[in-house]
């Protein structure tokens, strides 16, 4: 079997899949479509981060992919709808980089609230200016959070320990962490923060969330941070509130089109603003986020294709089964309707196959079976089973 993994995923990923017995094919950049669809055949998973798109086209085209997965948090990226209907898996990385993001949020605050970009630029040109002037603690300042799930919760915590006040707004009801105050409405969150951090996540319904509208309800003098998506702001809205000075300073990591490689020219209307700090969509990029990622999402795929396990997947019904010695399983994904697993195991008990084990989940429109059967059974129960009309995928796994 063999996994192609591209935008230069963590070795620890090749070592787990490499173990497992596939053949690993690395590139350091994303692909686009067309290259993406030539280069798919013959490979049953595909690891990407958050530049290259798995399009329902793509998925289309490429018969023989088992699973996608996204080293990164957001699966926005691929599309789910036409994934599950495939019957393809996709596995993502939730948590593994949350320290990651936090802890630049945190550097990025605190630089900017200090002015250190400016500061620094003064330096490398030879100006001392050893003022206080626009210079501030973040002790005592209010941080406002939009979006508060495993990253927003995080950096409300940690935040707290450095001093300052924290409100959140979340459209899901939230439990506020330590001190930290939910907001009945964005515009409360608006009228009371100093700093605005955006932790929402890459559903469409977040598309410009954050708008002339949006700035404009900011307190004057107030910081803004970006770190989640770069379609979920009006960046020349953002461009002309710091140029006015209504905003002090801003923070963003995310773009709306950024290079696929290294290298490639990096074009923004925020480029070249006082105390604006612009970074590279580095927010998950540490060495210890990366390494915890390639091992998370390569262990759920090296699972997938050994076991079946979908424990965690994004699109699937979830579950696992112990492996029983001594039989093959049945990996069987299909639409979730009465009387499958009933059709199922009519066909084992017309062939004399007995079931060693079996599980199902179901999720939406999917049902997913897993069922161990000995080892010695007729060709004509993989093709029954597979001619029913209710199958979506079957895999007979060793």
């Known amino acids: 079997m063999k996994a192609l993994l591209l ?31 030539a280069a798919l055949p013959g490979v049953e998973l595909l690891g990407i981060r958050s530049k290259t798109q798995v399009t329902a086209n793509v998925l289309a085209q490429a018969p023989d992919l088992l699973a996608v997965g996204a080293f990164c948090i957001g699966t926005d990226q691929i599309d789910l709808a036409a994934a599950s209907t495939l019957g393809i898996a996709v596995f993502n990385a939730p948590y593994s980089n949350t320290r990651s993001v936090v802890e630049l949020t945190l550097a990025e605050i605190i630089a900017l609230t200090r002015r250190l970009a400016e500061k620094d630029k003064a330096m490398h040109a030879g100006v001392w200016d050893k003022s206080a002037s626009g210079a501030h603690e973040v002790r005592g300042r209010t941080l406002g959070i939009v979006g508060y799930g495993n990253i927003g919760a995080q950096l409300s915590v940690v935040a707290e320990a450095f001093g300052m006040r924290v409100v959140f707004y979340d459209t899901a009801d939230k439990l506020a962490l330590g001190n930290a105050r939910r907001c009945v409405s964005l515009d ?19 598309s410009s969330l954050f708008g002339e509208k949006e700035f404009s309800k900011m307190r004057p003098g107030a910081l803004f941070l970006n770190l989640c998506r770069g379609f979920v702001i009006d960046h020349d809205a953002l461009r002309a509130y710091l140029q006015s000075g209504h905003l002090s300073g801003a923070a963003v ?31 998950g990029s540490t060495e210890e986020a990366q390494a915890d990622i390639g091992g ?31 039989s093959h399983r049945l990996a069987h994904i299909h639409s979730n309707v009465p009387g499958v697993m009933a059709e199922v195991n009519s ?52």
């Open 188 to 206: 409360e969150l608006l009228e009371v923060s100093d700093v605005v951090s955006l932790h929402v996540d890459g559903r469409p319904a977040n």
């Open 253 to 283: 990591d995310v773009f709306l089109e950024e290079p696929r490689s290294a290298g490639e020219p990096f074009v923004s209307v925020l480029r070249g603003l006082a105390n604006v700090i612009l970074t590279p969509h580095i927010g």
């Open 296 to 326: 998370f999402v390569g262990a759920k795929l090296a699972d997938f294709v050994a076991d079946g396990a979908s424990s965690l997947s994004v699109n699937l019904p979830q579950l696992a089964l112990p492996p029983t010695a001594g």
């Open 347 to 398: 066909v084992l008990a017309e062939h004399g196959v007995n079931v060693e084990a079996q599980l199902l989940s179901t999720r939406g429109d999917l049902g997913y079976a897993l069922t161990d059967i000995g080892i010695d059974y007729p060709d004509e129960v993989v093709g029954q089973l597979q001619a029913m009309s209710q199958t979506v995928r079957l895999r007979v796994l060793s």
């Open 7 to 37: 935008e230069n995923i963590h070795p620890e990923a090749v070592r787990l899949l490499e173990d497992a017995g596939l053949e690993v094919v690395k590139q350091r950049s994303s692909l686009g479509e067309a290259e993406l669809v």
